[in-house]
C-alpha cells in the first residue's frame, strides 16, 4: 500500500481541532496562587489550569542549563497568560487534564496522569489525558531534557488537589453539609455513610452561581502512604491508540481535499538555491502548483508520490558550498581549537600533574543521525483568518513562531496541533518541515502535507556533532588520583538553538559538555570545555553530549584503575564519598549494578566485563556489560546490560525499566555501529542500508534494577541512560583481550587494529 493510500484519518484529526478551536478560546482570569479558571469550552464544565505562581518556577534558560547538570524543576520563564496545564471537568463528570507535554513513545501521559489521578483520588479510566495546542498561549512549551515528568510533578498534583477542594467546597454548599462530610464517590462527591446524597462533579458545576474562589492556603497534598497509582507500574495511556491504528502521527494526519508537497533539495548539505524553474515539473500528472521564491522551490501535487517526482524534475541552480569532507570536519573539532572555558575547577591541577608523570588518553566520538521511525512530517492549512498545523513536534511554540514569521502573520493566527510523535531524541524540536508545508498550503489554498522520506531525514537535518577528548591523571601512592583533568572539544549542542549573544554570555555550551564534569572526589580536578563552530548543522540528540562526554570520562577512570593495579568497582568506590549526596547515590547504583550484572563470578572463556557510570538530570546510573570479541573478525557481542538507577521517586516502574531498555539499545547501536559521515560536503547515508542500527538479534538481556534514594520526588529518567553504555562496553573489551578503543563507533575495523 503507497502512503497516498493510507486510511484516512480525518475523523482523529479534526477531533483534534474540535478539542480547542480558536474562535472559541476559553477567557481565562487570574486567582490567587497563580491558578486560572475558565467555564464553557471544549464541552467542559470548569476548567482549573496552572499559571504564574503556581509553583516556584525558574528562568527557561536556567531550567535548561541546571537541567543539563543537576536537575530543576519549574515552569517556563516566559508565563503564559493562558495556563500550561488544565484540568476540566467534562459533562460526564470525567475530568480531562490537557498537558503541553508531547507524547513521543517515553510514556510522560502516564506518568503524569498517575501524578494528577492520586491527588484527583479517582478511578484510572475517568482520567483523560488530551495534548493541548497552541490556541492559548503555553508559554515556551517543550518536551526535552528528562525534565518532563519531574517538572510537572508538584504543580500538576497541587492543580489538582485545588480543583477537588474547590469542587468539595461547593458540593457541600449544595447538599448543606460540612465539606469534611464529603467523600469522592465514583464522578462525584457523596456524604459518608449516606450515599444517596450525592453530587456527580458536573452537577456541582452546572449547579454554581456566581464566581468560584481559589482557596486562599495551597491544598495539603497527598501523603506518600496513601497513593493508589503513584509508584505503581500502571498501563499507558497511549496503547489502546496505538494497538487500534487510531493514534495519529504527523505523517497519519488528514483532512478533506487536502494535497501532498515536496521539496527540492540541494546536492550538499549545506547547498543554497540560485535560481529555479518550474520546467517539466508543472505538465507532470496530478501536479496541481509549483512553487518557487524566496530561495524555496517545491511542487504540490494530488499523491506523494507525485509531488516527489515533479520536484526531482524542477529546474534548478545551486550553491553547493564547500565540499566539506570527513577529515577536515573531524580535524576541525580538536582539543586546542575554538573558544574554551573552564567549566570545572578545583585545587591546583597544573600543579598536581606536574609532581608525577601523569597518565593520559585521548577519544574521539563521530558525527551521528538521530535515525527516528518517523519521519519529518507535518500537515498545514493556511487560511487568510486561521492556520492550522498539525506537526510531529517537541516545540509546539517554536513551530509556532517560525511559521508566523515566515508567512509574515500574527503567531495568534497559527494553531499548532501536536500529534503523537514517531520518534524525537532532539530532532523534532526543528521546524523545517511544518514551514514546507505552510508555504505550500498558502500558495496552493488547500491543505497539504509534507512528509521527508528517509533520505531527506538523514541528509537534511542537524546531527550529533564530532567530539575529542583529552585527559590526564596522576595517582597518589596510596593509588588514589591526585589529579584528574577533562578537556573536551564539541560543535554546537544547545548553541544551535539559542540565540547567537548567549554564546558569548554563556561561553561554554552546556549541552555540549553535558556528561564532562568529573563527579568523583579528587582533590584537583579541572574540565574545559573547547567550542568548534562547524558548517555542517549539529544540534540535540539523545542525552545531548552524555554518551560522548562519559565514554571519555569512564573510560579513562578504567585505565586509572589499571595503572593503580585495582579493580574498576572498587577503584570508584574509593573516590566516592557519602557525605557528598550525589556520590552516595553513585555508590548505591555502582553496587547495584555490579551485584546484578555478577562483578565478581567467573566468566565464559573470552569474555569480560565493564562497569561505568554517571550522574546526570540529578539521576544515577550504573551499568555493566559482559562481552565477547571474535578475535578474527573483530565483531564485538554484548550478551548482557545490567543497569541499575536512581530517579529518586518513581512514578511508573515499567515506564521507568522501558526507558532504561530503550537507552542501551540506542547505546549499544552508538558504541558499536553508528558513524554518520561526509564527502563532497554531502552525508553519505540515505537510508539504513548505509546507516545500520541495532537489530533484534544483535541485542543483549537486558537486567534493570531501579533505587528510590533523595527527597520523594521524581528526577529526570529518558536522557540519563545512555551515558554509561558506550564506556562500560569499551571498558569490558579491555577486560576480555587487554585492547583499549577510545573511539566510537568500535566496529571490527577498530577492534582488529587495537589487537594487532
Not at 72 to 91: I, M, N, S, T, Y
Not at 338 to 343: E, L, P, Q
Not at 705 to 728: H, K, Y
Request: net charge negative.
Amino acid at each position: 500500500m503507497s502512503a497516498d493510500s493510507e486510511p484516512s484519518k480525518i475523523e482523529s484529526s479534526e477531533q483534534i481541532v474540535e478539542d480547542s478551536p480558536v474562535e472559541n478560546k476559553r477567557r481565562w482570569r487570574p486567582t490567587r496562587r497563580g491558578f486560572l479558571i475558565g467555564l464553557g469550552v471544549t464541552g467542559g464544565l470548569l476548567a482549573l489550569g496552572i499559571g504564574v505562581g503556581a509553583t516556584a518556577g525558574v528562568p527557561y534558560a536556567r531550567l535548561q542549563i541546571a537541567g543539563m547538570l543537576d536537575g530543576a524543576e519549574g515552569q517556563p520563564a516566559r508565563f503564559p497568560k493562558d495556563p500550561w496545564a488544565w484540568f476540566e471537568v467534562l459533562p460526564d463528570s470525567r475530568i480531562r487534564l490537557y498537558l503541553t507535554k508531547v507524547e513521543m513513545g517515553q510514556g510522560v501521559h502516564t506518568s503524569i496522569a498517575q501524578s494528577a489521578a492520586d491527588e484527583l483520588d479517582i478511578a484510572w479510566e475517568d482520567l483523560d489525558v488530551a495534548m493541548a495546542t497552541t490556541a492559548r498561549d503555553l508559554g515556551d512549551s517543550i518536551t526535552s531534557g528528562s525534565s518532563s515528568v519531574s517538572g510537572t510533578f508538584l504543580p500538576v498534583r497541587e492543580a489538582a488537589a485545588t480543583l477537588m477542594q474547590m469542587l468539595r467546597v461547593e458540593a457541600a454548599a449544595q447538599l448543606g453539609v460540612a465539606p469534611t462530610a464529603l467523600v469522592v464517590d465514583g464522578r462525584g462527591f457523596a456524604v459518608a455513610g449516606s450515599p444517596t446524597q450525592r453530587r456527580d462533579f458536573a452537577e456541582i458545576v452546572s449547579a454554581k452561581s456566581g464566581d468560584w474562589e481559589v482557596p486562599e492556603a495551597a491544598p495539603a497534598l497527598k501523603d506518600p502512604s496513601a497513593f493508589r497509582y503513584i509508584g505503581q507500574p500502571m498501563p499507558r495511556r497511549d496503547f489502546a491508540a496505538k494497538l487500534t491504528g487510531q493514534a495519529v502521527y504527523g505523517y497519519d494526519a488528514r483532512l478533506e481535499g487536502m494535497k501532498y508537497g515536496a521539496v527540492a533539495r540541494p546536492p550538499t548539505a549545506n547547498g543554497k538555491l540560485k535560481s529555479a524553474a518550474p520546467g517539466a515539473a508543472a505538465e507532470m500528472p496530478g501536479v496541481n502548483k509549483v512553487v518557487i521564491a524566496d530561495g524555496f522551490a517545491g511542487v504540490v501535487a494530488d499523491t506523494r508520490m507525485q509531488a516527489q517526482a515533479a520536484a526531482a524534475q524542477l529546474q534548478t541552480e545551486w550553491d553547493p558550498g564547500h565540499p566539506w569532507q570527513q577529515a577536515e570536519l573531524e580535524a576541525m573539532v580538536t582539543v586546542g581549537n575554538g573558544t574554551a572555558v573552564t567549566i570545572q575547577s578545583e585545587g591546583n591541577v597544573p600543579n598536581a600533574l606536574r609532581s608525577a608523570t601523569p597518565l593520559t588518553a585521548e577519544y574521539r566520538t563521530p558525527f551521528a543521525v538521530h535515525a527516528h521511525l518517523e519521519a519529518q512530517a507535518a500537515l498545514a492549512d493556511v487560511q487568510p483568518d486561521h492556520i492550522r498545523l498539525w506537526c510531529s513536534t517537541q516545540a509546539q511554540n517554536s513551530v509556532q513562531g517560525a511559521v508566523a514569521k515566515t508567512l509574515g502573520v500574527d503567531e495568534k493566527l497559527v494553531e499548532v496541533i501536536p500529534t503523537y510523535v514517531g520518534g524525537g531524541f532532539g530532532r523534532k524540536v526543528g521546524d523545517e518541515v511544518a514551514i514546507e508545508a505552510a508555504r505550500l498550503s498558502q500558495a496552493a489554498g488547500v491543505p497539504v502535507h509534507v512528509g521527508w522520506t528517509r533520505t531527506e531525514d538523514m541528509r537534511y537535518g542537524y546531527f550529533r556533532p564530532p567530539t575529542h577528548h583529552q585527559l590526564a591523571a596522576s595517582l597518589d601512592a596510596e593509588g588514589k588520583l591526585a589529579a584528574i583533568e577533562h578537556r573536551q572539544a564539541s560543535g554546537d549542542v544547545a548553541f544551535a538553538f539559542l540565540p547567537n549573544f548567549m554564546a558569548s554570555v554563556m561561553g561554554a555550551d552546556f549541552g555540549a559538555y553535558r556528561g564532562a564534569l568529573i563527579r568523583y572526589a579528587v582533590p584537583n580536578k579541572q574540565t574545559i570545555a573547547y567550542r568548534t563552530e562547524l558548517p555542517i548543522r549539529t544540534g540535540w540528540w539523545r542525552g545531548l553530549g552524555l554518551l560522548a562526554n562519559v565514554f571519555a570520562v569512564e573510560s579513562f577512570m578504567d585505565e586509572a584503575a589499571h595503572a593503580a593495579g585495582a579493580d574498576p568497582l572498587e577503584f570508584r568506590l574509593r573516590h566516592l564519598e557519602d557525605a557528598v549526596r550525589g556520590q552516595a547515590r553513585l555508590k548505591a547504583v555502582l553496587n547495584a549494578a555490579a551485584e546484578k550484572g555478577g562483578w565478581n563470578t567467573p566468566l565464559p572463556e573470552g569474555r569480560g566485563r565493564g562497569i561505568a557510570c554517571c550522574l546526570d538530570v540529578d539521576t544515577a546510573v550504573a551499568m555493566v556489560a559482559e562481552v565477547s570479541v571474535d578475535r578474527a573478525d573483530g565483531k564485538i557481542r554484548v550478551h548482557h546490560v545490567a543497569a541499575a538507577m536512581d530517579p529518586g521517586l518513581v512514578v511508573n516502574p515499567d515506564g521507568a525499566r522501558a526507558q532504561v531498555e530503550g537507552n542501551i539499545m540506542w547505546g549499544v547501536g552508538s558504541a558499536l555501529i553508528e558513524e554518520l559521515t561526509f564527502k563532497d560536503g554531502q552525508v553519505e547515508a540515505g537510508n539504513f542500508d548505509r546507516y545500520p542500527l541495532l537489530t533484534m538479534k544483535e541485542a543483549p538481556d537486558v537486567d534493570v534494577v531501579l533505587l528510590e534514594a533523595g527527597d520523594g520526588r521524581p528526577r529526570g529518567v529518558g536522557e540519563p541512560p545512555i551515558g554509561p553504555v558506550a564506556a562500560a562496553i569499551a571498558n569490558a573489551i579491555f577486560a576480555a583481550t587487554g585492547a583499549r578503543l577510545r573511539q566510537l563507533p568500535m566496529n571490527p575495523d577498530r577492534v582488529k587494529a587495537a589487537l594487532a
